[in-house]
């Protein structure tokens, strides 16, 4: 994930450790406490960042908001997440169903659309406005 400056980056593993790159500073991570990370993104202020559990459960560090996460729901397919240009995010499961926190607007998932595969990753228009989601066999699913 870039900083809004564009000169550093973070990278998260599964386990949940962050490592920061250039001008990103570290917040924290999850180190051994959390079910598998499956995704991260970053405020917009970049003072941030949000870790998401493949349980729906959502981390947050420096000025990232808790606005609601997925993990009462049994859940275990989570595949990613992106922020909105706020204080908002998306998660999204391999099945397409997308859960709206924040000021994210339910923009509706893929269930009711026909692709092949499962999704494997959703990502964030500029601005937050929408996203775009990726199959595993290729195919692209804007909102």
Not at 34 to 54: H, K, Q, R
Not at 101 to 106: M, R
């Amino acid at each position: 994930v870039a900083t809004p400056t564009g000169r550093g980056y973070w990278l998260v593993t599964a386990k949940g450790r962050v490592l920061a790159f250039g001008d990103a500073d570290n917040f924290g991570d999850v180190r051994a406490q959390a079910p598998p990370i499956v995704a991260m993104a970053a405020t917009s202020t970049g003072d941030g960042y949000w870790l998401f559990a493949a349980t729906g459960r959502v981390f947050e560090f420096g000025d990232a908001e808790h606005v609601g996460d997925a993990s009462k729901k049994g859940l275990t397919s989570i595949v990613g997440g992106g922020p909105t240009g706020t204080s908002g995010y998306w998660l999204v499961t391999r099945r397409g169903r997308v859960f709206d926190y924040g000021d994210a607007p339910d923009l509706a998932g893929a269930q009711a659309d026909s692709f092949d595969g499962h999704i494997v990753s959703l990502a964030t228009a500029p601005g937050g406005t929408g996203f775009v989601m990726a199959s595993s066999m290729g195919d692209v699913i804007e909102r």
